[in-house]
């Protein structure tokens, strides 16, 4: 079983920055993929930010020029820079590691979730 904390949300201005960071339990040799979701009121589960071991990174539309994923190995730890917060960015972000389970198999665990909220 894969733990994961996470840290780094809160109350922010519009044009702010915050940074999100999730360390997992596992060691990074076992990482598939680490990514950010964001989950707003009414609103279905949505990537933010993803981040494959071999370094590639993918964002959503609205996150692209604003949003920075990057990986700390040493730590297993995946953090995402938010920066220009607008309150469309408001809700609770997830983060999901995805592991190598065994032969051809990946599981995907996600964390607790910390609240974003973007609002002056």
């Known amino acids: 079983q894969v733990q994961l904390v996470e840290s780094g949300g809160g109350l922010v201005q519009p044009g702010g920055s915050l940074r999100l960071s999730c360390a997992a339990s596992?060691?990074?040799?076992?990482?598939?993929?680490m990514g950010w979701y964001r989950q707003a009121p009414g609103i279905s589960r949505e990537l933010v930010a993803a981040?494959?071991?071999?370094?590639?990174?993918s964002y959503a539309g609205s996150a692209k020029g604003r949003f920075t994923i990057s990986r700390d190995d040493a730590r297993s730890t995946v953090y995402l820079q938010m920066n220009r917060l607008k309150p469309e960015d408001t809700g609770i972000y997830y983060c999901?590691?995805?592991?190598?389970?065994?032969?051809?198999?990946?599981?995907?665990?996600w964390g607790q979730g910390t609240q974003v909220t973007v609002s002056s």
């Open positions: 596992v060691n990074i040799f076992n990482i598939h993929s």
């Open positions: 981040i494959v071991v071999g370094g590639s990174t």
């Open positions: 999901k590691v995805r592991v190598y389970a065994g032969q051809s198999q990946l599981d995907d665990y």
